[in-house]
């Protein structure tokens, strides 16, 4: 299972998705950031659905994200990616 997660202008907290593939999350990652640049004009608002919550579905002002990001969710605990920016020197 992958996780998506958005953190908005002025929120503290992130909003998130899972996945089941890998493709499918990075699909609505790339367009995420494609509306971050400016490439994609089409639409302001983002719209995405969750596999894991059926009934979840998010829609955001496309120029209110300022950060999104993919991770694996582990089903082990204690799993050796955990979720959040990190800078690995």
């Given at each position: 299972m992958y996780s998506l997660e958005i953190s908005l202008r002025y929120s503290p907290f992130p909003l998130s998705i899972q996945k089941k593939d890998y493709e499918d999350v990075k699909r609505i990652y790339d367009e995420i950031k494609d509306f971050m640049q400016g490439k994609n004009t089409n639409s302001d608002l983002i719209e995405i659905s969750c596999e894991k919550v059926q009934d979840k579905l998010?829609?955001?002002?496309?120029?209110?994200?300022?950060?999104?990001?993919?991770?694996?969710?582990?089903?082990?605990?204690?799993?050796?990616?955990?979720?959040?920016?990190s800078l690995d020197i």
């Open positions: 998010i829609t955001v002002l496309a120029k209110e994200v300022i950060s999104v990001q993919i991770y694996e969710k582990s089903s082990v605990a204690g799993g050796s990616k955990r979720p959040g920016f």
